[in-house]
């Protein structure tokens, strides 16, 4: 596992597999996120030149349907750490744009996965199923509090397998 300051990433990592679809079963608060935003789900897929697109969606605090697209980057020789930008592409060179992406730990099914960053600022748990059972919750939260992570103001938002469809966001 690579190691900084007591968060380690996972130390393998199948891009191949972890892309898809993925809901966000719970988080820290982020500056940029809708405290209120419900059926929040993260799509990767890899692009031809071996980074991942990203697109995020959910339904805001008032129900509207609302998409941040970017592009992640796998760090050389650390297979569970990825840089993510949500810029626009002609803006992406600029400098501290970028933030870390680390898997902390994943199931071997890729269905269940802590996502944090090395200041341990950010938090997601992500899953394939919108519906995580309690157990298997407390199980990856506990990974997350065992790597230093507070989790004093977890959020966890509304989910009910409902997703932001590209009709939704075509029809805004």
């Known amino acids: 596992m690579s190691e900084t300051a007591g ?5 393998e990592l199948d891009l191949t597999k972890y892309v898809g679809q993925w809901f966000e079963i719970g988080r820290l608060p982020l500056k940029w996120e809708d ?3 419900s ?3 993260a799509n990767y897929a890899l692009a031809e ?10 339904f805001d605090e008032n129900g509207e349907p609302t998409q941040s697209l970017g592009r992640a980057l796998p760090v050389d020789g650390e297979p569970g750490q990825l840089t993510v930008s949500f810029l626009p592409k002609l803006l992406r060179w600029l400098p501290f744009t970028e933030g870390d992406y680390w898997v902390l730990k994943i199931d071997p099914e890729y269905t269940v996965s802590p996502v944090g960053t090395p200041d341990r600022k950010n938090l997601w748990l992500l899953a394939r199923d919108w519906d995580l059972p309690e157990a298997i919750k407390a199980e990856y939260l506990t990974e997350a509090r065992a790597q230093g992570f507070d989790l004093s103001a977890w959020i966890t938002p509304a ?7 590209d ?3 075509n029809d805004l």
């Open 49 to 58: 030149d071996g980074s991942v697109t990203v697109d995020n969606r959910c």
């Open 167 to 169: 009709e939704l966001l």
């Open 39 to 41: 059926c929040i789900t």
């Open 35 to 37: 405290h209120n935003a």
């Open 159 to 165: 989910q009910d397998g409902q997703v932001v469809s």
């Open 7 to 11: 968060v380690q990433s996972v130390s």
